[in-house]
């Protein structure tokens, strides 16, 4: 693997010039904001899952096309009992974080979703109203510009 750079911190990376692509999350500092960003994308709609499907759904047509017809449903199935065992826990400090109810079952799959939501939510809504905030006529003085690199 190469070397990667983090796009939303100051740190170095070992060579420069790498790839800007990790976001850098303390998963402790943001817990409270991932879980009510999770929260707030089921109950607002945002989050659109796979229906529930059964073996009898599939034709022997998706079974020949198991990862890309059957799996998806598979891994949505058990992103949903991952969920079930989950409970909401309120911290002294006010804070939300969610702990397993039987400790044997994985939460990998409701941590992934929920810090991808989180990035979603955070880092892209950022992106966001930086666009909605810039000056249109910087952006046109700047089209007038020549280029100074092709392609």
Not at 69 to 83: G, S
Not at 127 to 137: A, D, L, R
Request: aromatic share 10%.
């Amino acid at each position: 693997m190469g070397c990667w750079d983090t796009m939303n911190t100051d740190n170095q990376p070992e060579i420069k010039g790498s790839e800007k692509c990790l976001f850098d999350m303390k998963a402790q500092h943001f817990q409270s904001k991932v879980v009510t960003d999770f929260i707030d994308s089921v109950e607002g709609g945002k989050l659109k899952l796979l229906e529930k499907k059964q073996d009898s759904d599939f034709t022997h047509k998706d079974n020949q096309n198991i990862d890309l017809k059957v799996l998806p449903y598979i891994q949505t199935d058990l992103l949903f009992e991952e969920i079930a065992n989950l409970k909401l826990k309120h911290m002294t400090n006010g804070a939300l974080s969610v702990e397993k109810v039987v400790k044997k079952f994985d939460k990998d799959r409701f941590s992934a979703l929920s810090y991808l939501i989180f990035y979603i939510t955070e880092y892209c809504s950022a992106i966001k109203s930086i666009k909605t905030n810039v000056n249109i006529s910087s952006l046109t003085s700047l089209a007038r510009k020549p280029k100074l690199y092709s392609h």
